[in-house]
């Protein structure tokens, strides 16, 4: 039996597991603060995820002005936004306190916090989940450093990796959940699968098929522009897999290098 079949037959079947099938992307919240309490209740149970070296931290806000302010446009009815860091400034301090010079791969050190933050990310994001509230992550904050670093104050080897919103989902929007690859095209026992034509072809009409089916790129009006060539697709084709092949496109490419901005953040890249 394929792991696909073994999925469909047992459905989600502990309050956790529910909690995890049914989170989706929140983009319209209701006008309901989010108290510190919740608030630090889904930070204690992020920073409960494993850790390699707690090479993560977080900087929150209620002000959007300083989001703005920082290069972030946040969806405009989110009261709370967070900003995960990799932080090897706390590390460093501990180091000097210990008599030890850092001197680590930086490289490696990113990935390794890379690692960190976004564990810590998914245990936030399903604690909030647990509590009613929804999410959205915020993916091109890195190229936000210099202004994120202005704006709250952030010191060098100190760098955003993602940008989020927090608050309780308005339920007018009733979001739908999106669907994703096929599990065996994306989850192999014992060695990789070499993906044929007819497997692509699977997991694009899985997600074709299941993003128009929600008139999501229509309802949204996203799209995004080819800039050097005539747009031929109208919204009613505008797939799932049309738009993540846009954006990973060499025409879409633009701004600085992420390495030139992690080098001008303190982080030794050769
Ligand atoms: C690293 C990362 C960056 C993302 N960046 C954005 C973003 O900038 N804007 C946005 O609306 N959604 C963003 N998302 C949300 C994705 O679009 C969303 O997770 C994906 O479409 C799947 O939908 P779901 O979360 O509802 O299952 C991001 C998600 C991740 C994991």
């Not at 959007?64 to 009261?79: E, L, N, R, S």
Request: glycine residues 6%.
């Amino acid at each position: 039996m394929s792991l696909a079949n073994v999925m469909i037959s047992s459905p989600p079947s502990n309050i956790v597991l529910e909690t995890i099938h049914k989170r989706r992307s929140i983009r319209e919240y209701l006008d309901r603060p989010v108290s510190d309490e919740v608030l630090s209740q889904i930070l204690e149970a992020g920073f409960r995820a494993p850790f390699a070296a707690q090479l993560c931290s977080v900087i929150y806000t209620r002000s959007q002005d300083k989001m703005k302010a920082a290069g972030i446009g946040v969806y405009p009815t989110a009261p709370v936004h967070m900003i995960f860091f990799i932080d090897f400034c706390r590390l460093e301090k501990i180091m000097k306190h210990r008599g030890h010079e850092y001197g680590y791969d930086d490289m490696m050190a990113i990935w390794l916090g890379m690692q960190d933050v976004v564990l810590m990310i998914e245990n936030l994001t399903i604690a909030a989940e647990s509590l009613g509230l929804g999410s959205v992550l915020y993916g091109l904050t890195p190229l936000r450093a210099d202004s994120i670093a202005k704006v709250f104050n952030v010191p060098a080897r100190v760098f955003p990796v993602v940008g989020m919103s927090v608050g309780y989902p308005d339920p007018a929007e009733n979001t739908e959940i999106r669907p994703r690859f096929p599990l065996e095209m994306a989850a192999f026992e014992d060695e990789y699968r070499h993906h044929t034509d007819e497997d692509i072809k699977a997991c694009m009409i899985k997600m074709d098929e299941g993003y128009l089916a929600q008139g999501y790129y229509i309802k949204s009006r996203t799209k995004v522009d080819l800039v050097d060539k005539e747009d031929t697709i109208g919204f009613d084709r505008y797939s799932w897999s049309e738009h993540i092949s846009r954006k990973f496109r060499s025409a879409f490419r633009r701004g600085e290098p992420l390495i030139d901005i992690l080098r001008r953040h303190g982080f030794d890249l050769r």
